[in-house]
Nanobody
Framework: QMQLRESGGGLVQPGASLRLSCTAS????????MAWFRQAPGKEREFVAS????????YYSASVRGRFTISKDYGKNSLFLQMTNLNPEDTAVYFC???????????????????WGQGTQVTVSS
């Protein structure tokens, strides 16, 4: 399994922006489709966004579409989630995830992903 690490979370006020990052140690993310999920207290882990391995296709949940942007930096071997206009309902631990295989892949189900990071906490509160 790939070792993933998220960063960039924090405590922000409603309407603010945050940029989450995900990196992999000893692995290249470049050939993998990647995804972001989040989990709020007492709730199941939910799909947020995903990106194809080539970066030419992106998918978003209805709750974040238009506010969040997923991207990959192939030179930095990194995955990002730019979050804007945050609201309290976005409060959760955010996880990046990778499937088992490289190449074409798309799933909005957590069970479709094999590698996960430890998560980074995002709290939106006034």
């Amino acid at each position: 399994q790939m070792q993933l690490r998220e960063s960039g979370g924090g405590l922000v006020q409603p309407g603010a922006s945050l940029r989450l990052s995900c990196t992999a140690s000893a692995w290249s993310l470049n050939n993998y489709a990647m995804a972001w999920f989040r989990q709020a207290p007492g709730k199941e882990r939910e799909f947020v966004a995903s990106i194809s391995w080539q970066g030419d296709n992106t998918y978003y949940s209805a709750s974040v579409r238009g506010r969040f942007t997923i991207s990959k930096d192939y030179g930095k071997n990194s995955l990002f989630l730019q979050m804007t206009n945050l609201n309290p309902e976005d409060t959760a631990v955010y996880f990046c995830a990778a499937p088992r295989k490289t190449g074409g892949f798309h799933s909005m189900a957590a069970g479709g992903y094999d590698s996960w990071g430890q998560g980074t906490q995002v709290t939106v509160s006034s």
